[in-house]
């Protein structure tokens, strides 16, 4: 009995830990907010993929501007939004992501970084930058 109570114990907790390590890292689900409204307009899952981030919307919320990637370069110009990817190519340095791009569907692409609030991981602040050196920053929170 008590090397089931010890396996039991070690399985919770390793699964508690990874619950932990995965609070603590941008992949998940996160909901942007609509800056001008301040109403959620979409849930945005950022997963990894060859070890950099990409993100793409899997739910348009009713605050959604748009539903086609009106402004976006290239193949993805015209397509619905929830079939292409809007964050790509981030790469990883000590937790902070960057190097990699955002499209906003109504202005165009942006060069991007994100990473988590050091205050709360259910928050992530996402950059982008525009090549007239415009930019902007969002706060995005965890989907639980």
């Known amino acids: ?7 039991l114990y ?10 932990s390590l995965l609070a603590q890292s941008p992949k998940g689900v ?13 849930h945005v899952e950022i997963y990894e ?8 919307v899997v739910k348009l919320l009713p605050a959604a501007a748009t539903k086609t990637c009106d402004k976006c370069p290239g193949d993805k110009k015209g397509k619905p939004l929830e079939t292409v990817d809007i964050i790509e190519n981030l790469q990883n340095k000590d937790g902070f992501y960057q190097n990699g791009t955002i499209i906003d569907p109504l202005k165009g692409e942006f060069s991007c970084s994100l990473w988590l ?3 709360n991981k259910d928050i992530l602040i996402v950059k982008g930058k525009h090549w007239t050196g415009l930019s ?8 639980k």
């Open 117 to 119: 609030s050091p205050e």
């Open 49 to 56: 993929k060859n070890g950099k981030l990409f993100g793409k």
């Open 1 to 7: 009995m008590k090397c089931f109570n010890m396996k």
């Open 136 to 143: 902007r920053k969002q706060s995005w929170y965890r989907v």
């Open 30 to 42: 996160w909901k942007t907010i609509d800056e001008k409204t301040n109403q959620p307009k979409s």
């Open 10 to 19: 070690l399985f919770f907790l390793i699964f508690t830990a990874s619950f």
